[in-house]
């Protein structure tokens, strides 16, 4: 982890932690891309896997990761998209975390979920 990357929050470290049941050793800010007020990180996994990890700032941007979690359910399966691979949702203002992992130019990318405030 760089000094300038600390990581998101402790309690956003436990609930990406949850989501993908096995907590990351390193994190990374994705500076670019993004459409919505959520932080975005590449966390690193024990076992050296990556995976992406969004986190909601605002019940809005909570809302829409809500969504985007119900759509990814709704297509499972479609080649075109990542695999969600975990969700935390406290049922308030909090999910968010995505964790995604690319395997390749063409490969599905992994998710999850986490936080707003």
Same mark, same amino acid.
């Given at each position: 982890m760089h000094a300038e990357d600390p990581g998101p929050p402790p309690e956003d470290v436990e609930r990406a932690t949850r989501a993908l049941k096995a907590e990351p050793v390193a994190w990374r800010?994705?500076?670019?891309?993004?459409?919505?007020?959520?932080?975005?990180?590449?966390a690193t996994l024990p076992d050296g896997a990556?995976?992406?990890v969004k986190i909601a700032f605002t019940l809005d941007t909570a809302a829409w990761i809500r969504d985007e979690h119900l759509f990814y359910l709704q297509h499972k399966g479609l080649a075109f998209l990542p695999a969600m691979i975990g969700w935390d949702d406290d049922g308030e203002c909090s999910p968010g975390t995505? /964790? !995604?992992?690319r395997r390749g130019p063409r490969s /599905? !990318?992994?998710?999850?979920?986490g936080r707003c405030s």
């Open positions: 800010a994705v500076e670019r891309g993004g459409q919505t007020a959520a932080s975005r990180w590449i990556t995976r992406f995505s /964790p !995604r992992t /599905p !990318r992994r998710r999850t979920s």
